[in-house]
């Protein structure tokens, strides 16, 4: 029996199969090795990152928490002392930047709008990309007039939030303030095209307007209130849209909706004012006014119409002069109310203080012909002739067609004796109005007076052509007549003055009467001067 000892024998490691594994054997531990470190790395950086996540959202927690205490806070020292603070135990870019937004609303609060500056623009360093500084910035640009800059920052804004509405709204109102109305309009559409409420409908109607293109602005104004049945402020601009193309039926129901919506433009009550006055409503105008300028003190226009309705609808010249005080006080350049309370002192004989108000409005309006005008009577008043008549000139040149001029320039001359320059004027009121009986009228009764019967009759001839029933005409060319003696002609003028108006005028009689007395007709004579004392009689009893 063989038995087989097994005998174990050392291998030959210098063998190369042998080699090789080994080698392989070694890299694969140092790829795994290798490998293993990396993920542990990323294990770490992982838990790290999770760890700093934690942390920062504790902290932006924390933060917040403390921001929001601040906004509490009664006293805006309090707040700048705690935003101090945690500005400078912050680090992170994000919060210093909510941190400097909270602390410019703070100046801003304390009316330190440069400080407040200051602080949007370190937020912006902080985080570039957060519009919300760019928009409080261009806000404080724009309350302060500086409109390029406030433009930019609000672009800049839109920039890093296109949707932002109030952006869109406040570069909308920039361009017309700028009159750039077409740029106002387009971004006036690009609200629409964002957010079409009411508001956007509404705001467009304004921009159309603004350009007369009053058709868009009307469909805009009414798709405002479809959208909002009870947008007043659509109604109102509605209703002044009516009343400038004189449908006043459509505006006044437009009114009425506005005042119904309770919440409404206070303007309305203005305008609507100013419709009745060319309606001459004048109670129901006043009401309007009294109204809104309870409500809106400082309007100077508003105290300047009451003012008129006052002193030339209610011969109220005590109110009418406070209300003409009041709208200077409020408009210094408000030229109609220095010239309305002028008059006022004309009427009280203080003419000194009347020719200030008519200096103050001629330097506001030194191309306003009434206001030369005005002037010049007070002068006249004054005796001062040399100065009337140059401003009298001096609102002719303006206003070559200034009716006011002429007459009282006309009355200046009549006072000096100037006859050929009476004569003058008075053809030009002709070529002014040539229909205009009390113009031939008047200048007749001029050459009546100075005893120029023909010219008398010459102007009378017109007065009468225009107006064939003017009697007091007929009369004074009767007169005319009875003095050249040619009685036939006085007699005919007479009988038509009486049958013009053959009850009113114990005049027209009385003259006939001396004619058929003359003449002999004794009979007619009678009954003439009969007639005249029994509507002399009547008249007295009246």
Same mark, same amino acid.
């Given at each position: 029996?063989?038995? &087989?000892?097994?005998?174990?024998?050392?291998?030959?490691?210098?063998?190369?199969?042998?080699?090789?594994?080994?080698?392989?054997?070694?890299?694969?531990?140092?790829?795994?090795?290798?490998?293993?470190?990396?993920?542990?790395?990323?294990?770490?950086?992982?838990?790290?990152?999770?760890?700093?996540?934690?942390?920062?959202?504790?902290?932006?927690?924390?933060?917040?928490?403390?921001?929001?205490?601040?906004?509490?806070?009664?006293?805006?020292?309090?707040?700048?002392?705690?935003?101090?603070?945690?500005?400078?135990?912050?680090?992170?870019?994000?919060?210093?930047?909510?941190?400097?937004?909270?602390?410019?609303?703070?100046?801003?609060?304390?009316?330190?709008?440069?400080?407040?500056?200051?602080?949007?623009?370190?937020?912006?360093?902080?985080?570039?990309?957060?519009?919300?500084?760019?928009?409080?910035?261009?806000?404080?640009?724009?309350?302060?007039?500086?409109?390029?800059?406030?433009?930019?920052?609000?672009?800049?804004?839109?920039?890093?939030?296109?949707?932002?509405?109030?952006?869109?709204?406040?570069?909308?109102?920039?361009?017309?303030?700028?009159?750039?109305?077409?740029?106002?309009?387009?971004?006036?559409?690009?609200?629409?095209?964002?957010?079409?409420?009411?508001?956007?409908?509404?705001?467009?109607?304004?921009?159309?307007?603004?350009?007369?293109?009053?058709?868009?602005?009307?469909?805009?104004?009414?798709?405002?209130?479809?959208?909002?049945?009870?947008?007043?402020?659509?109604?109102?601009?509605?209703?002044?849209?009516?009343?400038?193309?004189?449908?006043?039926?459509?505006?006044?129901?437009?009114?009425?909706?506005?005042?119904?919506?309770?919440?409404?433009?206070?303007?309305?009550?203005?305008?609507?004012?100013?419709?009745?006055?060319?309606?001459?409503?004048?109670?129901?105008?006043?009401?309007?006014?009294?109204?809104?300028?309870?409500?809106?003190?400082?309007?100077?226009?508003?105290?300047?119409?009451?003012?008129?309705?006052?002193?030339?609808?209610?011969?109220?010249?005590?109110?009418?002069?406070?209300?003409?005080?009041?709208?200077?006080?409020?408009?210094?350049?408000?030229?109609?109310?220095?010239?309305?309370?002028?008059?006022?002192?004309?009427?009280?004989?203080?003419?000194?203080?009347?020719?200030?108000?008519?200096?103050?409005?001629?330097?506001?309006?030194?191309?306003?012909?009434?206001?030369?005008?005005?002037?010049?009577?007070?002068?006249?008043?004054?005796?001062?002739?040399?100065?009337?008549?140059?401003?009298?000139?001096?609102?002719?040149?303006?206003?070559?067609?200034?009716?006011?001029?002429?007459?009282?320039?006309?009355?200046?001359?009549?006072?000096?004796?100037?006859?050929?320059?009476?004569?003058?004027?008075?053809?030009?009121?002709?070529?002014?109005?040539?229909?205009?009986?009390?113009?031939?009228?008047?200048?007749?009764?001029?050459?009546?007076?100075?005893?120029?019967?023909?010219?008398?009759?010459?102007?009378?001839?017109?007065?009468?052509?225009?107006?064939?029933?003017?009697?007091?005409?007929?009369?004074?060319?009767?007169?005319?007549?009875?003095?050249?003696?040619?009685?036939?002609?006085?007699?005919?003028?007479?009988?038509?003055?009486?049958?013009?108006?053959?009850?009113?005028?114990?005049?027209?009689?009385?003259?006939?009467?001396?004619? &058929?007395?003359?003449?002999?007709?004794?009979?007619?004579?009678?009954?003439?001067?009969?007639?005249?004392?029994?509507?002399?009689?009547?008249?007295?009893?009246?």
């Amino acid at each position: 029996m063989n038995h &087989y000892l097994l005998v174990w024998s050392t291998p030959d490691l210098w063998n190369p199969i042998w080699i090789v594994i080994g080698i392989g054997i070694v890299f694969a531990l140092i790829t795994i090795g290798v490998y293993a470190v990396r993920g542990l790395r990323k294990l770490y950086r992982l838990i790290q990152v999770q760890l700093q996540a934690s942390h920062n959202l504790s902290l932006h927690r924390e933060v917040q928490q403390q921001l929001d205490h601040i906004r509490k806070s009664e006293h805006n020292y309090d707040q700048l002392v705690r935003l101090n603070m945690l500005i400078a135990q912050t680090a992170d870019h994000l919060l210093l930047a909510r941190i400097h937004i909270l602390r410019a609303e703070v100046y801003e609060n304390m009316k330190q709008p440069a400080l407040a500056i200051k602080d949007y623009q370190q937020a912006i360093q902080y985080h570039p990309e957060n519009d919300i500084p760019y928009f409080g910035r261009a806000l404080l640009y724009e309350q302060d007039q500086r409109l390029d800059l406030a433009l930019r920052s609000y672009h800049q804004a839109i920039d890093r939030y296109p949707k932002h509405i109030d952006a869109y709204y406040h570069c909308c109102q920039i361009y017309f303030v700028q009159k750039d109305l077409y740029r106002s309009l387009e971004y006036a559409n690009t609200i629409v095209e964002l957010q079409p409420d009411a508001n956007a409908y509404y705001n467009r109607g304004v921009a159309y307007a603004r350009v007369d293109n009053y058709t868009q602005a009307v469909a805009d104004y009414e798709q405002a209130i479809e959208l909002d049945a009870n947008y007043a402020n659509a109604y109102v601009n509605l209703g002044i849209y009516y009343g400038k193309i004189e449908d006043t039926q459509r505006a006044l129901e437009y009114y009425q909706l506005a005042s119904e919506c309770g919440d409404y433009n206070i303007d309305m009550h203005y305008n609507r004012a100013l419709l009745y006055i060319d309606l001459q409503e004048y109670a129901l105008a006043l009401e309007d006014l009294n109204t809104y300028i309870a409500l809106e003190s400082g309007y100077g226009d508003a105290y300047y119409n009451r003012g008129w309705i006052h002193n030339e609808v209610y011969d109220r010249a005590d109110l009418a002069f406070e209300d003409y005080t009041r709208s200077i006080e409020l408009q210094p350049n408000q030229a109609r109310a220095y010239n309305n309370r002028g008059l006022i002192y004309l009427h009280r004989q203080q003419y000194d203080l009347a020719i200030q108000d008519y200096n103050m409005a001629i330097t506001f309006y030194p191309n306003t012909s009434k206001y030369y005008v005005s002037r010049g009577w007070a002068y006249q008043c004054k005796q001062e002739d040399e100065l009337a008549l140059h401003d009298y000139a001096r609102a002719i040149e303006l206003d070559e067609h200034n009716k006011q001029a002429y007459i009282n320039r006309i009355a200046l001359y009549k006072a000096k004796g100037y006859r050929s320059w009476v004569i003058h004027d008075y053809h030009r009121l002709m070529e002014i109005e040539p229909d205009a009986v009390w113009i031939y009228f008047e200048c007749s009764w001029y050459c009546l007076d100075n005893k120029d019967y023909e010219l008398t009759i010459q102007y009378l001839d017109q007065a009468i052509s225009i107006d064939p029933t003017h009697a007091l005409s007929y009369n004074n060319r009767g007169f005319a007549y009875q003095r050249l003696k040619d009685y036939e002609a006085a007699l005919a003028d007479y009988s038509k003055a009486i049958e013009c108006d053959p009850t009113t005028s114990a005049l027209y009689y009385r003259n006939r009467f001396y004619i &058929y007395d003359f003449l002999g007709e004794t009979e007619k004579a009678k009954q003439d001067w009969d007639m005249a004392d029994q509507i002399e009689q009547h008249l007295h009893l009246v």
